[in-house]
């Protein structure tokens, strides 16, 4: 029994921690605008659902940059 009562425990804290996680990230989109206007193109959505799930990085000084080369077109 004891053991069923400490793993319910760690699961609500991590629930718990998800869910502040992820508001926090909400709160990052709304403060960027990224739910106003009705246009809702893939860039739009890809950036608004990164930014919820790696919003509160920022919060934190985290400021991670990508180096993305992608290819030219050929003519």
């Known amino acids: 029994m004891r053991t069923r009562r400490a793993s319910t425990s760690s699961t609500r804290v991590i629930t718990v921690i ?7 990230g909400l709160a990052a989109a709304v403060q960027r605008d990224y739910f106003a206007g ?8 890809g950036t608004t659902l990164v930014t919820i799930i ?3 990085l920022n919060y934190i ?7 993305c080369q992608a ?3 050929s003519k």
């Not at 000084?61 to 180096?67: L, R, S, T, V, Y």
């Open 18 to 24: 998800v869910v502040l996680w992820l508001l926090i």
């Open 38 to 45: 009705s246009d809702a193109t893939c860039a739009k959505v």
């Open 54 to 56: 790696a919003g509160p």
């Open 61 to 67: 000084g985290a400021n991670p940059k990508i180096d």
């Open 71 to 73: 290819p030219q077109p």
